[in-house]
């Protein structure tokens, strides 16, 4: 947790070459430790790496791995793994109701359109008579 808050903090160029070095650290069976930390690092939102993704893939693994000396870590894999599924379906929420008010507001402007027309028609008929 220290590290994610930690991170947060952190000018993206910095967390840029964190992130590299952590890609060399946690590659193949590297400690889970720094699985987690790049997943950490992968999932900030609005960071030019973001990589929901490749965060749960690192997740994954350490789930799958399972191993007893690391029921700590598993937990906590398990735990950013929900943060990354609660993230995605309040995105997914945000998303269909902008849609929806999109598409309210294009039939507001619609009718708004409809209705001036027929005022510059009324108009047109008022210069008329």
């Known amino acids: ?30 400690s889970s430790v720094y699985r987690i930390r790049l997943a950490i690092l992968l ?19 350490i789930v799958a791995d399972d191993d007893p000396g690391h029921s700590d870590l598993v937990a906590y894999a398990r735990l950013l793994l929900w943060n990354l599924d609660d993230r995605a379906s309040a995105r997914e929420t945000c ?20 209705l001036k027309a027929i005022e510059e028609q009324l108009d047109r008929r008022d210069v008329k008579h």
């Open 1 to 30: 947790m220290r590290f994610t808050a930690w991170a947060r903090h952190q000018p993206a160029t910095r967390l840029q070459a964190i992130r590299a070095g952590m890609e060399k650290l946690a590659h193949g069976s590297g």
């Open 43 to 61: 999932s900030l939102p609005d960071m030019p790496f973001h990589d929901e993704k490749r965060a749960r893939t690192l997740l994954n693994q």
């Open 95 to 114: 998303e269909a109701e902008l849609g929806n008010e999109r598409s309210q507001r294009q039939n507001l402007q619609h009718k708004l359109n409809e």
